[in-house]
């Protein structure tokens, strides 16, 4: 940024751009790049939540159900597993999204 500002900054701005919006439109891409790591972690947040909240549901009613209908309650345990193995399974997708796209920003701006 200090030795190169015209290509570290040339990103910020679409070629041909009109000279009084160019103020304007380096305010709104400098803050984008502030925003997509957060959003980023937002929506990893929000995935990884709703996969505990299904779990935590369906734990509750296999507890409720067991002394009421045990079969039912064991088919409900069964898909819990399915389910815990399933979570597993997303959260390493997740984490190698978050990853690749948190790098992928940080490329672009380095």
């Given at each position: 940024m200090?030795?190169q500002?015209?290509?570290?900054?040339?990103?910020?701005?679409?070629?041909?751009?009109?000279?009084p919006?160019?103020?304007v439109?380096?305010?709104?891409?400098?803050?984008?790049?502030?925003?997509?790591?957060?959003?980023?972690?937002?929506?990893?947040?929000?995935?990884?939540?709703?996969?505990?909240?299904l779990?935590?549901?369906?734990?509750?009613?296999?507890?409720?159900?067991?002394?009421l209908?045990?079969?039912?309650?064991?088919?409900?345990?069964?898909l819990?597993?399915?389910?815990?193995?399933?979570?597993?399974?997303?959260?390493?997708?997740?984490?190698?999204?978050?990853?690749l796209?948190?790098?992928?920003?940080?490329?672009?701006?380095?």
């Amino acid at each position: 940024m200090r030795n190169q500002p015209t290509i570290a900054l040339g990103h910020l701005l679409p070629e041909g751009t009109p000279t009084p919006l160019i103020p304007v439109l380096i305010i709104i891409e400098t803050i984008s790049l502030f925003i997509r790591p957060i959003a980023l972690g937002v929506r990893l947040t929000a995935n990884l939540t709703a996969g505990h909240l299904l779990i935590q549901l369906i734990a509750t009613a296999a507890f409720v159900l067991a002394p009421l209908m045990p079969t039912v309650a064991l088919l409900t345990a069964t898909l819990l597993l399915l389910l815990t193995l399933l979570e597993v399974a997303v959260a390493m997708i997740q984490a190698y999204v978050f990853v690749l796209l948190l790098s992928l920003y940080l490329q672009e701006n380095v």
